[in-house]
């Protein structure tokens, strides 16, 4: 091989490689620009609203004439049939804190088995703070009313009218009475 030959030969080799090497620079950028294109995703942005509405609850109407109306029918009911586990229910919180749960379960036990009992609500006072004078201690109960009952304890007994005392535990009417000694 002759010097010349042998340059021809090397230059041709570099032009070969680096016309390759160019060309596979082309060829890598016009593959990304295709992989590119072919990974592009489009992304919509979606904005939603919420709208809050808050809705005041009168709280005097959970507790109106027709609202301790439905209270008295489960409360004569619970009476006419000795359901003691509805009248504890109903029975206000504060009630079982000034005279435990044992004492007022004895109580209501042996209390409230009547099934001749009525009771018929004829005025609902406005809603406020009611002191509760019990056993020597007043006790502030809020959210309570004043209502004025007709009560017939016997089937042939006179009727009498009263004022006791109702309030809202949370949303439900709950009532009060006296389990006994104070704890």
Do not use: K
Request: proline fraction near 3%; charge should be negative; aromatic fraction near 6%.
């Amino acid at each position: 091989m002759s010097p010349r030959t042998g340059l021809a030969s090397i230059v041709a080799g570099v032009v070969l490689v680096v016309g390759g090497l160019v060309g596979g620079f082309v060829f890598a950028e016009e593959s990304a620009d295709e992989t590119a294109t072919a990974a592009t995703t489009t992304t919509t942005a979606v904005t939603t609203t919420t709208a809050v509405t808050t809705t005041t609850v009168d709280r005097a109407s959970l507790i109106d004439q027709a609202a301790v109306t439905t209270f008295y029918d489960v409360f004569v009911g619970a009476v006419h049939v000795h359901d003691v586990a509805t009248l504890i229910d109903r029975l206000h919180p504060v009630v079982l804190e000034v005279f435990g749960e044992d004492q007022c379960l004895d109580f209501i036990g042996q209390r409230f088995n009547n099934p001749a009992l009525s009771m018929e609500a004829i005025a609902v006072g406005p809603l406020e703070t009611w002191n509760w004078e019990i056993d020597g201690r007043i006790v502030d109960v809020e959210e309570t009313v004043t209502v004025t009952i007709v009560q017939i304890e016997e089937a042939d007994g006179a009727p009498a009218t009263m004022d006791v005392h109702l309030a809202l535990d949370g949303d439900e009417v709950a009532w009060f009475t006296d389990c006994g000694d104070p704890v």
